[in-house]
């Protein structure tokens, strides 16, 4: 009995676990579906309209050249913290929308608040203030100091957009919406180089997780992105069918000329942020780190990302007409999701 109360009995469920149901619809074509979506903050008085795609902040994908493509559909490129001032003025200079990215900073920052991470992004807003957008991004966004972080941040830039994560519960979610964050950057552990379930123990299937956090969110005027474990994109018509706001993709955009990485023998490497790959790449001590929780895959060249933006657009307004969705927006309201096995997927919070 005192072991039963610390296993959740609900049934949580991951994208390979449900279906959409098909519904009667008077859409006649797919061309007719709207993706973009306007969507306003509950900090920030900007507003996102364009189709609420996020590209994420890993090496291969977070790119200046992903920025360039993805701003034609006005998505969002979270830039990848490891470029110099003297390459994001000549990419600034070269066509990068100010509109359309994020800077970031990671995971040191909480630790010293002066670390350089932050510094930098500080040094990039002043030059181009018009940047609205800023990515906190933590593996773990749980540590009470992160949150005291984005309330810090929130103080410092009112006016920004600010994402910050990762969690996958709801009463996290809210607590990072009041302290000020504006989108939460939602999942553990369901990354595709992401090791951390395997290397932990820990993670929360994202189906499940999107709707229990993008419900808390909503309740408080906030958002949420989905991030991580979309391969294809059905799996992102589940996570907007399941309420996310936006959804943040990693594999699916890497491995193509975008990712601004050397091809050897018809790959590309990809590997997680804090794999070891990441580390030696980045000269980051590991001393500091407790564990690698990343890996990483070889990809073949799937030449320009535009291609793939058009077949995960298509995929998505076909769910959509699938369904009877004549917005994006529409999608949660549509949707009625089949549990598609039996799984047994117990989540123990704790083991006594
Ligand atoms: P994907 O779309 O590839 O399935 O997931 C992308 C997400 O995986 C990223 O946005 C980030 O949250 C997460 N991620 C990236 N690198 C790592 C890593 O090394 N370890 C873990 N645990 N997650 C990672």
Known sequence: ??????????????????LLKPKRSTLSSRASVDLNRTITFRHSPKTFTGVPLMAANMDGVGTFSMAKVLQKYNCITVIKKHYSLDEWKEAIGSGVSLNHIAVCTGANMIHDPNAEDYY??????????????????VANGYQ??????????????????????????????????????????????????CTTRTMTGVGYPQVSGIMECSDAAHGLKGQIVADGGCRTPGDISKAYAAGADFVMLGGMLAGHKESE????????????????????????????????????????????????????????????????????????????FIQTREIVNLVFSKYE
């Open 1 to 18: 009995k005192r072991l039963m109360s610390h296993i959740e009995q609900d049934l949580k469920l991951n994208f390979d676990d449900v």
């Open 144 to 193: 009470e100091s992160f949150s005291n972080f984005v309330a810090r941040v929130r103080k410092e830039y009112p006016d920004k957009i600010i994402i910050a994560g990762n969690v996958i519960t709801p009463e996290m979610t809210e607590q990072l919406i009041i302290r000020g964050a504006d989108i939460v950057k939602c999942g553990i552990g369901p990354g595709s180089v």
């Open 120 to 137: 930098n992004i500080k040094k990039i807003l002043e030059q181009w203030p018009d940047i609205n957008y800023i990515c906190l991004d």
């Open 261 to 336: 990485l050397q091809l050897a023998n018809g790959v590309y490497e990809f590997y997680g942020m804090s794999s070891d790959r990441a580390m030696e790449n980045h000269s980051i001590d590991k001393q500091h780190y407790k564990g690698s929780e990343g890996k990483v895959v070889y990809l073949p060249d799937r030449g320009s990302v535009e291609h793939t933006i058009e077949e995960i657009l298509g995929g998505v307004r076909s769910t959509c007409t699938y369904i009877g969705a004549e917005k994006l927006k529409d999608l949660p309201k549509c949707a009625t």
